[in-house]
């Protein structure tokens, strides 16, 4: 079974400029998770999706982060426009719904 | 607002002998808890969980206390090996919370030869 592809695994940008990410998740896994995890520090939830709707974005940054599921399987989450403290590591996850989460790769985004 | 804590951000054992991960935690309606896993360039792998019915949960050379009254809970693993130096993240989430995660900052073990 593949896991949860990511890409890119490594951005690099200057602040002000636009990023984008994209996840797609285990085949048939209903909720997707999008967690920021800033150096030294553990994984934050930015927001989670179960289908193509939106469960809890209580935690994204609403005014320059924003995420998409079209058709309830890939997400994409954007950054509009980029600060320095951007930088991290995105994690996106998936789940059987309530279950167990997988976690990809992770896309690595530096902003000088 | 730190609800999950690991305190100790790196920990150095020698090969065969017990690796001893902590963690604590201040919000009182977490009542499931999981440890991951995680290798550089890879993301976090799950290890083991424990429901806050229980206060102990085996898997192989990995076992998970918990504390409640402390709101403390530790991951031991026996022996330690070379392949289980890694970060290790200690999470928690509230049942009928949707599934959310809330990790602790980890700790690094480093296992010697």
């Known amino acids: 079974e593949a896991g949860v592809a990511q890409s890119p695994r490594y951005k690099i940008i200057e602040k002000r400029q636009s990023v984008a990410f994209w996840c797609n998740p285990i085949s048939g896994h209903a909720t997707l998770y999008w967690y920021q995890q800033i150096l030294g520090q553990g994984p934050k939830l930015l927001i989670q999706?179960?289908?193509?709707?939106?469960?809890?974005d209580s935690q994204l940054p609403k005014d320059r982060f924003s995420a998409e599921r079209l058709k309830g399987v890939d997400s994409t989450l954007k950054i509009q426009p980029a600060k320095l403290e951007d930088s991290a590591v995105y994690l996106c996850?998936?789940?059987?719904?309530?279950?167990?989460?997988?976690f990809g790769p992770g896309t690595r985004l530096t902003v000088l | 607002d730190q609800q999950v804590k690991q305190n100790s951000p790196s920990l150095s054992v020698q090969e065969g002998r017990i690796s001893i991960l902590n963690c604590d935690y201040t919000?009182?309606?977490?009542?499931?808890f999981l440890w991951y896993k995680k290798y550089p360039a890879e993301g976090p792998t799950f290890l083991i969980s424990?429901?806050?019915?229980?206060d102990k949960n085996e898997d192989g050379r990995f076992t998970v206390f918990l504390n409640k009254s402390a709101k403390h809970l530790s991951l031991h693993i026996v022996p330690s090996q070379p392949g289980d130096s890694a970060v290790y993240f200690c999470a928690a989430s509230i049942t009928g919370g949707g599934n959310k995660l809330t990790f602790g900052t980890g700790t690094q073990l480093k296992v010697e030869l």
């Open positions: 424990i429901s806050s019915i229980k």
């Open positions: 999706f179960q289908n193509n709707g939106v469960v809890d």
């Open positions: 996850a998936s789940s059987h719904y309530l279950n167990e989460q997988f």
């Open positions: 919000n009182s309606m977490f009542d499931y």
